[in-house]
């Protein structure tokens, strides 16, 4: 076994493919016996055709390069290219990726920017293989250079970008302060991939710099709906709730019982037939369980029958205290008899929520209530 952990016969074949003008099939056969047995079937399909058409010298040195490479033998892979180095010869984006995993970096921007002047033909993969390690390296600007020719790479095929180029592009641009631009790609992000709560973090930070702390809050709810124990969502969470400057809602956060809280149920209520046929409400902008009291005392005054609606649902939007309306909210409810679905939202969606048998805005003058008209 050589110091690379290759059998020897394999590392003296890839030598002899390197060394021999005119190599003979069975260094071939032996590089596409390894690749099959590490389960790269496609790669030992491409050897061993090579085995009986033999690639051109640049195409046989570049692939031992890459295995040189993925093993770690930068210096291997380096010797193999160094004939391609010269004044006269174009770059490569192998010769690219190898100078980065040297950890030159000077002269890996320098020849990236050559490179790109007049870009050479490259698979996706090896170009998100460089993405990765420039990213690795903390070199943001290098990297981000990548996205256009990778983006046209996508858009020539056809194809749309996956969740990891959009994660990358996002993160990028963040790296570079330019959050307007990144915003639309956590967005995309989170479309194609609702359960990570990543995108959903940046998308709550934007929100706070955009000086939008009720979709903060709601972005910081959601990543904790997802996973409980995240490190961070609980602090943007006090942030949003601090610039809302949700006093209940903040000493909900810190551990105070909810029943030591303020009430605060001032308004005028409506007559318990004014909700005659309502199981479906959206509040906008309360932040008092006056309305919410006076329905909950509706659908607790039905006959047993008629409690049994398929859906019963609570839409709470914009509140200035969410977190302790919610809670008040499912306090309230949960003596009813049928469970009642309880949504918080940070903004009016007329898709999401227009379906709403009543809405209700809070207002700052008496009745401190008014009834949105039905479209």
């Not at 609702?194 to 995108?199: F, G, I, L, N």
Request: a negative charge; hydrophobic letters at 40%.
């Amino acid at each position: 076994m050589s110091e690379s952990g290759l059998p020897s016969d394999l590392v003296q074949a890839l030598h002899d493919l390197a060394e021999q003008h005119e190599p003979a099939p069975e260094p071939f056969e032996r590089v596409a016996r390894w690749r099959r047995a590490c389960g790269d079937a496609e790669a030992a399909a491409t050897w061993q055709t090579w085995s009986l058409l033999p690639p051109d010298e640049e195409k046989l040195r570049n692939a031992l390069a890459t295995i040189w490479s993925d093993l770690g033998e930068l210096d291997q892979a380096r010797a193999l290219l160094t004939t391609a180095i010269d004044a006269e010869s174009q770059p490569s984006w192998l010769q690219l990726t190898l100078l980065v995993r040297q950890g030159e970096f000077e002269r890996a921007s320098a020849m990236q920017q050559q490179l790109l002047k007049s870009p050479p033909s490259v698979e996706r993969a090896d170009l998100l293989d460089l993405l990765r390690l420039w990213r690795e390296n903390q070199c943001s600007s290098q990297a981000l250079e990548l996205l256009d020719p990778l983006l046209g790479w996508i858009k020539q095929r056809g194809e749309t970008p996956t969740i990891q180029v959009c994660l990358a592009l996002a993160d990028l641009l963040e790296q570079q302060h330019r959050f307007d631009e990144a915003e639309p790609w956590w967005q995309r992000s989170h479309a194609m991939q609702p359960s990570y709560a990543w995108p959903l973090m940046r998308l709550g930070q934007q929100a706070l710099r955009k000086k939008q702390p009720a979709v903060a809050f709601h972005y910081a709810s959601q990543v904790l709906e997802r996973n409980p124990d995240h490190n961070y969502a609980p602090r943007l969470q006090h942030k949003a709730l601090t610039a809302l400057e949700a006093t209940r809602s903040l000493a909900l956060l810190d551990g105070q019982p909810l029943s030591e809280l303020d009430n605060a149920t001032g308004g005028n209520q409506p007559e318990p037939e004014w909700w005659d046929g309502c199981t479906s409400l959206a509040l906008i902008g309360f932040d008092s369980t006056s309305l919410l009291s006076s329905w909950c005392g509706y659908l607790n005054s039905l006959d047993p029958g008629e409690r049994c609606h398929p859906s019963l649902r609570l839409w709470l939007i914009g509140s200035p205290d969410p977190l302790w309306l919610q809670q008040k909210a499912e306090d309230l409810l949960a003596p009813l008899p049928q469970p009642v679905l309880i949504s918080s939202w940070p903004i009016w969606d007329e898709q999401r929520h227009g379906g709403a048998d009543k809405k209700l805005e809070a207002i700052d003058e008496p009745p401190f209530w008014r009834e949105q008209e039905q479209n």
